[in-house]
């Protein structure tokens, strides 16, 4: 399970020309899925996004989480995350894992994270052509893979 977690001041998510959501100050988590993730990688992951001291204190330091500055979450499915490009120029998604294994993942953490945010997350729509608009305050980009707990 890859994520990149941007924060944000302001993050859209439009399909077919209409805005499905929308959030001010908070998180983007673009996320993919491979086969080999389970409920453990969910939960692990869940919990470092929603405890990541990204936010600044009064300090100016990032000292604080999401949850600490109350900041909304919008979760965004991407198989891309997942691209290999070691060989030749078109990226290879092999290691990605397939529409029956992903979509259910995918569902289980946007539930894992609503739960631990304590409140509903906004969403793409799995599988959809998506534009993801966003203004990255800081810029602040972070990427995370439960498989490589760096």
Known sequence: MRTVTQRVS???????????CSI?????????????DTAE???????????????DDERGVMN????????EICIVSQFTLHALTAKGNRPAYIRAAGRDIAIPLYEK???TMQQGL???VSTGI???YMQVE???DGPVTIIIDSKNKE
């Open 134 to 136: 966003l203004v990255n």
């Open 109 to 111: 953490f946007v539930q």
């Open 118 to 120: 304590g409140r509903p």
């Open 126 to 128: 799995f599988g959809a």
């Open 64 to 71: 604080r989480s999401v949850m600490d500055v109350g900041g």
């Open 10 to 20: 302001h993050a859209s998510v439009t399909i077919d020309g209409e805005v499905r």
């Open 41 to 55: 990688d969910i939960e692990w992951m869940a919990r470092k996004l929603l405890a990541l001291r990204i936010f």
């Open 24 to 36: 001010g100050q908070g998180l983007l988590v673009l996320v993919g899925f491979e086969a080999a």
